[in-house]
């Protein structure tokens, strides 16, 4: 008995080796990814997250697919008779979503089983790893709201800039009520698409007005990389052409054709990434014209960056556990020292991507406009 | 002398022959494509219509692009040095909107250039040759418009099903307003996104009405193919399943959620390609919803479809120079016979794609709603 208990134990040691040494059996459950095009069977995901990817090239040489175990490296795929490629991630990925492309014979091209998605300034492949907490983002039978695609004038980006406007559930119906506004910014080589597309913030949203967990409020986003126009790095950027379109142009437009409540008591700024450089650049100029800050993967603010303590109706900090959630948790003890009203979120499991920032929103939503 | 003449005669019937068999010499004022993903140079197209595209693919073997003269055949590139593939169409190209897409060592592959539109029933590739009427669907300077996305409760494609609306500028503004609708449905392969991505059918909007060439009016769009779930032929098309998503689902959703004037005489139903044959089915079934029938390349009516005459606004039909012309004529002339108020648009030039569709519209639109 005795003996028995011992194979278990030195079984269960061996079984765990296995899998840390990335030996897990790879359960053929896969299903097509939900971002595949309709009609598509591949890429596909099983129940472990990984991926595998079948490409048709019958006269190829070589077929890669940059995504690959956590996201380093990427994926070779192997040639069968039938002329496709096929090949599966050595390991299993992150929840949530990805994005990748091929490179087919030397060339970038996009993976045709897949919808494309704006990141890395263009259009690029997208796979979905189902997430243990997928429900708060998905389509459910609950009252839905809407986004509007809307061009308004703009001397930063004109004649004409486009931004997409959430109204939640109910808007177009009481034309009465007034609304609090969220400016959400996307990271760098993203667009004004992102939020709604790779983000749901839209469905995001309406789950969470459903259940009550948040007061509904707008949701506008813009396109942020406005003085980037040649696609270069960080180093020189400079947030004036952004600010005078977000605070000059946007918010008098969607002020003017959206029932809002138009002063800074009910106004927040939100960014991921690049987009929360820009929020904690632009709430630190325009004290007066936000009241809610919050930076999603995108930094911190320390006591010394924020004049007036009482002013700020919240601060929200969050990224995920693979990032550098520290850096999130002393800036948190700081803020919180020194009176602010922070909120920190660690997004667990998660690294710098869409994942960790779709939790950020359903965290932050509840938090905004309380009072 | 008249040797000279002679001899300019004869140069001038050499050259007409050039030219007539494809020997015209092509001009080096070769631009980007105005649907290139930004920062691409390629694809270009030059001032005559010739399209040039150049792809990244080292080590191919082989690399066509599925575009060519007047449509058909195809244009095959050739390895330059630098590991590029590069090629000119043999010919111009009609003007306006084309889908196309690559084929790499014999794998379908979209061009990474371009912006891609869903056609085909798969996102395809997308370049836009110049057209000499291109002004009334360009992004000017004018009030604009949105196109807001929604989410409608739908049992045919549920739990909730994606349309389009177009609402004009002003709509948010004047709440007590209310407005006509217009069903505008996309063709085979396509989906709800076309007549907004491909067809411009917002921008056509915004600059007749800043024109004052038409009423404001409200545009729904929808996924038509509700039952071609596998994307199979039109042999057995049944028009129930679309028809109640249409009728029943989506127009009282509409009429809820939208300021429209909510009867027949304030509706119109029009259709491209397949959306003609399910706009001529729809309104023959349902003629106490719409008032307004338009069939763009989507075939015609005869005098025995229509039971009263009297009881239909307006029967639009039109289609390309390039498609059968002849049949939209002669079913106008024996509308117009029976005493329908019938108007028909040829578009010059162009065969079954968007530029016909866009202009089509642009006819259309100032036609509808007038009494």
Known sequence: MKQ??????????????????GQETIKEDFKPSTLNQPGQKYPQVNSQGYARFRIIAPAADSVKVSLGLGGRGGTVLHKKEDGSWMGTTEGPMDEGFHYYHLTV????????????????TRWESGIEIPAHDQDFYALKDVPHGQVHKILFPSKVSGPSAVAYVYTPPGYSKDQSKRYPVLYLQHGWGEDETAWSNQGHANLIMDNLIAEGKTEPFLIVMTYGMTNEIKFGGLRDFD??????????????????????????????MAGLSMGGMETKMVTLNKPETFSHYALLSGGIYTPEDIKDQSDIKLIFLSCGSKERPESIKNATADLKESGANVVSY??????????????????LAPLLFKN
């Open 105 to 120: 014979d030397g060339g970038t091209f996009n993976d045709p089983g897949t919808l494309n998605f704006y990141g890395s």
């Open 239 to 268: 947030i004036t052409p952004f600010q005078t379109k977000l605070v000059d142009e946007l918010i008098p437009y969607v002020d003017e054709n959206f029932r809002t409540i138009a002063d800074r008591e009910h106004r927040a």
């Open 4 to 21: 028995l208990q011992l194979l278990l134990v030195i079984g269960a040691i061996i079984g765990s080796f296995s899998i840390a040494s």
């Open 346 to 363: 660690i997004s667990e499991g998660t690294a710098h991507e869409f994942q960790t920032w779709r939790r950020s929103l359903k965290e």
